[in-house]
């Protein structure tokens, strides 16, 4: 079974937008043996968009079109493959329903032309939007060929996709194909090439296949098994999976979807243990990144970005003195950072982050990306050094994910 | 003169990378009066490569295909394309002494596939690569129709595009043509619907042309303007930018890259007034924000998460019998949250947000998305009542934007 995308939107075509999406569901096709062999981006033009979408219905089975369902006037996907595959649009009560539930639930008066979105086909169906105001809708050829339409802001497509695509595929391709699997594998603390290095003999394995990524503070190794089914690809992954993990140990933070601050969360809350956090560089960041964690409450008591010397003193308790001979930058006040927020705040953990973000502030004997970093616990307080390369936000992520590890390097060492 | 993308490469195509160079490039295009219809993405596939070029060939008058130059045997761009036009592939000289060196100096023996990468057209012409070993080329069709080849790896495709294809589109295109030229105004506190509502009249003009695109929290306004050059064009830009503001008013906060941030940070060191942070359920995402801006630490002093009761009466001085009578997501306790912090914190204005982010911990009386914010200064404090939908991070990312444009609206009032 062959599938493809076909992406649009003016601020996509003209480079605006990034298009996350078309690769998000790219990624989830192989699972069902679904190949894809193209991707198509074109404006909000109706007779553009149908000409992409016969050239795409004449090479696959399955179009799915991404964007343009919105209440304005050049949102017309869903009219032109209406049009295109014969069906005719009507108002879906349910989705009229829902939109002026929506509405109402935030006191507004919904405009008229919104209603224009629950418009739905007759003979194909509706995929209510859990999200969003647009529903998706799938639209079948005569030839029983499916167009399957969806909205193109990201928070409500990915949901659409996980909770009516899948559902759909699962039910219309079935199993019997082979599949295409994969797993990345999430490492931290190493760059690219020492990752390279390391696992070097496994990169040339050619079922599963691994191949690198690098991106900011993290290396991605993604793991790809083909399988007559589920159970042996993923007994082919598993097994890479083991001899990675032999080769880089506790620098694997993850799989898949799992990012360094859910596992700190996760190991926090089961270990019932409370945080605390003194940011001065990150400047909030890992605060967010923690706090973007569900149930994060439960161990996440309070942070403090103590921007100005003052803020340090006055909340953190950090000496004046200290301040004076080593200066904020340093170990010694990240020290005394963590241990008055441990303090301060009555926690159990306190981590601290203390650096230059530039792109001012840097001296030859503190350049910028110069950033310490301590955790203070009942064990003791531990400091870390870091020089970290790249812009003010590269810096910031950067700190924000060496101060993570080291906080779950901490967790694991002392359980 | 119309161009198009055709993107190559199998890892785009299922998903592995997001495509952000057909973007860049994309962007770059309107200057030039080059307009783009299409974009395609293809595997490294000769079969599907060519008829992809094809189709382009036929409604473009250049082709740009990204990717595919590397030296393995998958990577076949540009004998496909030497094939299609009827040139031919002939080592170059310059590039292959480029590429020796290349090897050279890092120490390695140069592997004998990578010379296929200095191979180039006899007819058309070598677009050195200034980072890396694949050099690009531009082929011409006997109609005079032009593909250009660029690399995939973004840090060698934008130098690419940067030394090789705008000076070399600056001489082809010329300025006898039209421009392109566009510009983005940013509004915030109006959803789409309502902001096409006020400036319906505007939507139907066709010179220059006003598009709306909503994301989280924001309404982006493209105006594009065709005309013979650039100051002509930023006439027809600016004459509708300001009719825009007419309707609009301060709604409309920035144009471009300007973020809310930018625009708050600007006007606080201006007037020269400092400033603290109470944030309950954003998490320390507002203050994220405020430092990501260079330049924060003049104004921005300090921030306290204080996502525990405990934090809020220590850091803060709320008072706990506030929390008991109205609980922590209240009005009282959003006043009492910016009170405290501007009087502990000792700054001119203090913001402060809480609210229930979700997805746990709504009731009837205080549903999830609920949101209260405050404004402390010496002319008082004033708060807000929101309720907001969407997931966890939604809530925050809203709230945040809600509460930077609450203080950007204080700045402008109270100057």
């Known amino acids: 079974m062959r599938a493809e995308i076909v992406s649009v939107g003016t601020e996509l075509l003209l480079g605006q937008i990034v298009d996350t999406n078309a690769p998000y569901l790219s990624r989830l096709l192989p699972d069902f043996g679904i190949t894809m062999h193209h991707r198509t981006t074109v404006g909000d033009n109706e007779s553009r968009l149908t000409e992409a979408l016969k050239l795409a219905l004449s090479r696959s089975d399955i179009v799915f079109t991404i964007g343009g369902l919105g209440p304005t006037q050049d949102d017309l996907t869903k009219e032109t493959v209406a049009k295109l595959v014969g069906d005719e649009m009507v108002i879906d009560e349910e989705s009229a329903r829902h939109m002026r539930e929506f509405f109402a639930a935030r006191g507004i008066e919904m405009p008229e032309n919104n209603l224009k979105q629950a418009m739905g086909p007759v003979r194909g169906k509706i995929l209510p939007n859990p999200l969003g105001t647009a529903p998706g809708a799938v639209f079948e050829t005569e030839s029983g060929k499916a167009i399957i339409v969806l909205p193109g802001p990201p928070r409500e497509f990915i949901p659409m996709v996980c909770e009516r695509v899948l559902p759909y595929l699962r039910e219309r391709v079935g199993s019997e194909s082979g599949i295409i699997r994969s797993r990345i594998l999430r490492v931290v603390g190493l760059g690219e090439s020492s990752v390279e290095d390391t696992i070097k003999r496994l990169l040339k394995s050619t079922n599963p296949t691994v191949a690198p990524y690098a991106s ?86 309070a942070g403090v970005v103590s921007y100005s010397n003052e803020a340090k003193m006055n909340i953190l308790g950090v000496d004046e003195r200290l301040l004076i001979e080593y200066g904020a930058v340093s170990e010694q006040t990240a020290r005394s950072m963590a241990e008055g927020a441990r303090r301060k705040l009555g926690v159990d ?48 992520l950067r700190s924000s994910q060496a101060a993570l590890d080291m906080l779950r390097t901490f967790l694991a060492v002392n359980t």
């Open 216 to 301: 900011l503070g993290e290396v991605q190794l993604r793991i790809t098994a083909n399988a007559a089914n589920v159970v042996e690809a993923d007994k082919l992954i598993d097994e890479m999976d083991r001899r990675i993990v032999e080769l880089l140990g506790d620098r694997v933070f993850g799989r898949d979807g799992q990012t360094l601050e859910q596992v700190v969360v996760k190991t926090l809350v089961r270990r019932g243990l409370t945080l605390a956090l003194a940011e001065s560089c990150t400047g909030g960041l890992i605060a967010n990144r923690i706090t973007d964690i569900p149930g994060s409450s439960a161990t996440f008591m």
């Open 349 to 396: 953990v306190a981590v601290s982050v203390t650096g230059i973000a530039g792109p001012a502030g840097g001296t030859p004997e503190k350049p910028i990306g110069l950033v310490y970093m301590a955790l203070a616990s009942g064990a003791g307080t531990i400091a870390q050094r870091h020089q970290f390369a790249g812009t003010r936000v590269d810096v910031k």
